[in-house]
């Protein structure tokens, strides 16, 4: 009989090229890269500095979304782009994937969108895997039971070249969410919960296991939700042992088998869960039914509590300035705070789920009165299932923007930001200092409460805004 | 890489914790498609006030802290992106080493890989470091100590490999590459699997 294992670590051990020694890491294979424009340039240079091939281009798969403009070509077919930089970066990925052989969703594409978003759309992420980017969020794909993480661009270059990674085998820390949240309570408001409670650094060296009643209850997009901002609590992945909501999610895209095929990866990807008896380092329990709708009200995202509780006293000088930059008054709730300007979107809360959230506060109300809101989908294939159900048109009479797919306010980086000073209530995952624009003050919010936000004017309870009937 | 031995320089304190990738560089500048240049920009909106000058609030901008190497920085430094960004500018504005009692992984692996050295010090010693700006330490990757001025010395955990990349000046990537065959036999066996 084996040893019982974790999850993470029945799907390490099947990727180990190498063994780890006391001298060396181990390497890792690495069964799909994704790849996009801002970190990459350097690493296909590298390539090319030492006539290297690209290994794996099945392998490897691309998308535009970070400096890209989220608003249409003009007549001529000019894209507004912030600035030559950003364009020349974009020009920059298509000719490395063009010279490499990789297939690029690029502005031709009618899968184009955020990496996190399009690798399961396309069935490209699939439990078991190991997924690698050049971006801390691709925790994200261990949603679907993958091993999947973040990574510097000189180790993108390691994959391109060699499809393996240098790997210590971090920690294992299982977070076990039990009971149910309650109605009107979701994905970003449990992760934003959890964040609060285990802190910035809560999972640095771990891998995160998210596991319990409440997270076996959740949608795909919300295990997304809660596995993408798994980097904010400092741990390299967060992972969710797939299950049938997995493969009912799955069945039928692009790039999963199919027939016989698909039969026997469920039946391979059934088995991907931890032992009873597996021991993990850590072990957190979370009551699901203590969350409420929560809201960061400092400058990491571990300042995060409900929207109705004070803000607790800074407990030193550092924390003082966090309340300074955004502020914040202890003793005071974030809920009532005026707000300036609303975004939905990003690889947090940019899927047709998350947008339907919103659509369901602003359908038959209007965005108050000097409140900009922006609504981005994550990808093309998020932006017709949207437009197919009228979303657009909800989100257009409540007076907010609907753009093209990108990664827009969420970085910030093409344009599309805040004026020094204003507070934006974002479904985005960071709220470090200038993130959304210079001087910028960010809290982090579900899509309900975005929304709901919008047409307060200031931060508010999703709960007061029940869904309207459709206007006959 | 250059092989990284020895580091000898005053020390510069920024005790902000949490200090994250965005405020080391923020996300507007990753628009380059190079890695040079990027010391300009390295901690630009803390750095620089609204009319381009230098902002007196920033700790290194004070004379004392110009031409510091080792940086003393907050618990949980470089968290946030994945953006190799930061080093970049860390090593372009002038800076060879970071200390910190917590340093964010994907960072510390990515300073590593350029031969900035990024260091986690115990709690106290940490306290004293931050305590104390503007001190002389020598940081030896060899033997793994960081000594004080009056010749006091502390010990540092370094991953083996990191430790022997940076003495040896090793490629990790020619590393990698010399494990083609085993990659190729993996390959292989997954093919079969399917
Ligand atoms: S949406 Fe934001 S977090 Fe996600 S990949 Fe884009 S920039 Fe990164």
């Known amino acids: 009989m084996n040893a019982p294992r974790t999850l993470f670590e029945k799907i390490w051990d099947a990727h180990v090229v190498a063994p780890e020694t006391t001298d060396t890491p181990a390497v890792l294979y690495v069964d799909l890269q994704l790849v996009h424009e801002v970190t990459s340039p350097q690493a296909f240079d590298v390539l090319r500095a030492q006539g290297l091939k690209l290994r794996r281009p099945d392998r490897t798969l691309a998308t535009l979304d970070h400096s890209i403009p989220t608003l249409p070509a003009s007549g001529n077919g000019e894209r507004p782009y912030a600035t030559p930089a950003a364009k020349a970066q974009v020009a920059r990925l298509e000719t490395n994937c063009r010279e490499f052989g990789i297939e690029l969703h690029g502005w031709n594409s009618s899968e184009r969108g955020i990496v996190h978003v399009i690798g399961p759309e396309l069935g490209a992420t699939q439990p078991g895997m190991t997924i690698v980017c050049g971006d801390s969020h691709t925790s994200t794909h261990g949603a679907f039971g993958a091993l999947a993480f973040g990574i510097g661009t000189t180790e993108v270059g390691h994959v391109l070249a060699t499809q393996c990674l240098l790997q210590r085998k971090p920690k294992t820390l299982a977070i076990h969410v039990d009971g149910e949240l309650p109605p009107g ?28 009643a409440a997270i076996e209850k959740l949608s795909m997009e919300a295990r997304m939700t809660v596995c993408n901002m798994s980097i904010e609590a400092g741990a390299r992945a967060g992972l969710i042992a797939p299950d049938d909501t997995t493969f009912a999610w799955l069945q039928g895209r692009a790039r999963v088998p199919h027939g016989a095929a698909w039969d026997a990866a469920v039946a391979k990807w059934s088995a991907l869960k931890t032992d009873a008896g597996a021991r993990y380092d850590r072990e957190v329990h979370i009551d699901a039914r203590e969350v409420k709708p929560t809201v960061t009200y400092g400058t990491h995202p571990g300042m995060a509590l409900a929207l109705d509780a004070p803000v607790p006293a800074a407990r030193d000088a550092i924390e ?69 159900e009228g979303l657009h048109e ?76 459709r206007a006959a | 890489m250059k092989p990284v031995t020895r580091i000898h320089s005053r020390t510069a304190v920024l005790a902000d914790e949490n200090i994250d990738t965005d405020r080391i560089i923020p996300a507007r500048f990753l628009t380059t498609t190079t890695r040079e240049g990027l010391g300009r920009v390295c901690f630009n909106d803390w750095r620089y006030l609204p009319d381009g000058s230098d902002n007196p609030a920033f700790p290194l901008n004070r004379p004392e802290a110009k031409g510091c190497a080792i940086l003393v920085a907050g618990r949980n430094f470089g968290c946030g992106s994945s953006r190799e960004h930061a080093p970049w500018a860390l090593l372009d504005y002038g800076i060879r080493a970071v200390l910190s009692s917590e340093i964010a992984d994907i960072f510390r692996n990515n300073a590593l890989k350029n031969g900035l050295l990024a260091i986690v010090v115990a709690e106290a010693e940490h306290h004293w470091l931050l305590d104390n700006p503007g001190v002389d330490l020598s940081i030896d990757v060899r033997e793994q100590t960081i000594t004080l001025p009056g010749g006091k010395a502390f010990r540092f955990e370094l991953e083996p490999f990191a430790r022997h990349c940076l003495l040896e000046g090793v490629d990790q990537l020619g590393f990698l590459l010399q494990h083609a065959d085993a990659i190729t036999a993996y390959e292989q066996h997954l093919e079969q699997a399917a």
């Open chain 1, 185 to 212: 309570v979701g994905a970003k408001d449990l992760i934003l919960h959890i964040i609060g409670r285990i802190g910035v650094n809560g999972g640095t060296g771990h891998v995160i296991e998210y596991r319990g």
């Open chain 1, 394 to 469: 909800v989100f257009r009479a409540a007076g907010a923007e609907w753009r093209e797919p990108g990664c827009s306010m969420c970085i910030a980086m093409n344009g599309d930001m805040a004026q020094p000073g204003q507070l934006v209530v974002s479904t985005s995952n960071r709220n470090f200092e200038g993130r959304q624009g210079k001087g910028a003050r960010t809290v982090l919010a579900s899509p309900a409460t975005a929304a709901a936000s919008a047409v307060a004017g200031v931060i508010a309870d999703p709960r007061a805004y029940p869904q309207q009937e």
């Open chain 1, 320 to 388: 003082q300035r966090a309340l300074d930059y955004m502020q914040a008054a202890a003793g005071k709730p974030m809920q009532g705070t005026p707000v300036d300007v609303v975004f939905v979107g990003s690889c947090t809360n940019g899927r047709l789920p998350d947008l339907r959230e919103a659509a369901h506060v602003l359908r038959g109300r209007r965005v108050a009165k000097g409140v900009r809101m922006l609504v981005v989908p994550g990808s093309e294939a998020v932006r017709r299932a949207a437009e197919a």
